[in-house]
């Protein structure tokens, strides 16, 4: 199975070590969003989006990404974040949507906390500071370990 992932992670690279931990399980490469090239994608089983999450959705150059590429009925996908206020079901709906209008089938979802100081978070501190945390990060190797058993069927 070739896997690969795209991710964003800028501020303090929540979202990339969650993607590193389950890149380690899935043995799945990892590339920024804005580093992969749309007619690549085609070419692997299964495919992450990722990053952290900025005003109720997701970092805009995975939209981008996906805007470019043409429709993939059938294609596997999984949605990741990390955010301050961790409310998948909200954070993750607009990128779930502009993956199945590609048609992409969601074989799994994974969020946890991360340390935010956008905006006025940063003059208090920031919330989640830690985290993700070795906790954080188990959960996410169980989710890949999940996603493998998924597509072993």
């Keep these: 199975?070739?896997?690969?992932?795209?991710?964003?992670?800028?501020?303090?690279?929540?979202?990339?070590?969650?993607?590193?931990?389950?890149?380690?399980?899935?043995?799945?490469e990892?590339?920024?969003?804005?580093?992969?090239?749309?007619?690549?994608l085609l070419s692997?089983?299964?495919?992450?989006?990722?990053?952290?999450?900025?005003?109720w959705k997701?970092?805009?150059?995975?939209?981008?990404?996906?805007?470019?590429?043409?429709?993939v009925e059938g294609k596997k996908a999984f949605i990741f974040s990390t955010a301050g206020i961790n409310v998948p079901f909200i954070n993750h709906r607009k990128l779930r949507k502009a993956l199945k209008?590609?048609?992409?089938?969601i074989v799994g979802e994974f969020s946890c906390r991360g340390w935010d100081t956008n905006g006025w978070l940063e003059k208090i501190g920031g919330l989640n500071k830690g985290h993700p945390d070795e906790r954080d990060l188990e959960r996410a190797r169980k989710f890949a370990e999940g996603l493998k058993k998924?597509?072993?069927r």
């Design 58 to 71: 997701h970092h805009r150059a995975l939209f981008k990404l996906l805007d470019s590429l043409p429709n």
């Design 1 to 28: 199975m070739r896997a690969l992932i795209a991710y964003v992670s800028v501020h303090h690279g929540n979202t990339e070590k969650v993607a590193k931990a389950i890149a380690e399980v899935l043995g799945a």
């Design 101 to 105: 209008e590609k048609g992409f089938e």
């Design 30 to 40: 990892m590339r920024k969003a804005w580093e992969v090239r749309p007619e690549e």
């Design 150 to 152: 998924i597509l072993e």
């Design 44 to 55: 692997y089983d299964l495919l992450g989006f990722g990053s952290g999450i900025y005003y």
